[in-house]
């Protein structure tokens, strides 16, 4: 199973733009990467996957390059409600209908500042 | 998208006991999975819990101290057996939904405390 590696914390202010990295040099083929949210006493909370090049949703970006080994989450003009535990993942559902479970890193501690 | 209920929200427990935790989900899934977060940590897997199969563990956990179980599509339960002040966790179920995002829903958890 591929691991990934982030930064452990980030700080920002209000109205930034806020880009998180995540590598995953081992990353399979058939992996997607996927990016989740997680508030306190939540669970975590879907924020946007892609497979390759750059996807985006109403909330964030998301980067690959061509390699795959690495991808960038995107979070344009920061608030307070976006501090949260960002994960970076990969595995999950598979082209062949089959899944590879995903397995969670340390996740990085976005703090938002006025 | 599926929506996760878990029950108890938390619970204060004595040692040597068990606890079974609930999780019901508003739709058919087939892939169910439970974590473990620690306070502070980052979630860990315990097992995987597919209808119609026996669990599957990861390293670590074993089936003796964290029994599961999954009759239907809709449900499983989780057991902390013996419990002990480091079991003092939250557990959060997840399901796997293939879709457009082929994403997991997570539970909103449920705190343990064992003395």
């Known amino acids: 199973l591929a691991k990934t590696t982030q930064p452990i914390s980030m700080d920002s202010y209000e109205g930034q733009e806020v880009n998180i990295t995540c590598s995953h040099n081992?990353?399979?083929?058939?992996?997607?990467i996927t990016w989740y949210q997680q508030f306190p006493s939540q669970g975590p909370r879907f924020i946007i996957q892609?497979?390759?090049t750059k996807v985006t949703n109403e909330v964030a970006s998301l980067f690959i390059p061509a390699d795959r080994k690495s991808s960038t989450l995107s979070l344009p003009r920061v608030s307070l409600s976006d501090t949260a535990v960002y994960y970076c993942?990969?595995?999950?559902?598979?082209?062949?209908?089959?899944?590879?479970?995903?397995?969670f890193g340390a996740g990085t501690r976005l703090a938002v500042h006025p | 998208s599926a929506v996760i209920s878990q029950k108890p929200s938390r619970d204060i427990c004595q040692r040597g006991t068990s606890l079974t935790i609930q999780c019901q989900v508003d739709?058919?899934?087939?892939?169910m999975f439970w974590y473990r977060q620690q306070p502070g940590q980052s979630l860990t897997l315990i097992a995987t819990?597919?209808?119609?199969?026996?669990?599957?563990?990861e390293s670590g956990f074993v089936i003796d101290k964290f029994p599961i179980s999954r009759p239907n599509l809709t449900f499983s339960t989780l057991t902390v057996s013996n419990m002990s002040p480091e079991d003092s966790s939250i557990y959060l179920c997840?399901?796997?939904?293939?879709?457009?995002?082929?994403?997991?829903?997570f539970g909103p958890g449920t705190r343990l405390t064992v003395l």
């Open positions: 819990a597919n209808q119609g199969s026996e669990a599957t563990y």
């Open positions: 997840s399901v796997g939904v293939r879709g457009k995002y082929n994403e997991q829903f």
């Open positions: 081992n990353i399979a083929t058939n992996d997607y």
């Open positions: 739709s058919q899934v087939t892939m």
């Open positions: 993942l990969v595995g999950g559902f598979l082209f062949s209908g089959g899944y590879n479970k995903l397995i």
């Open positions: 892609g497979y390759k």
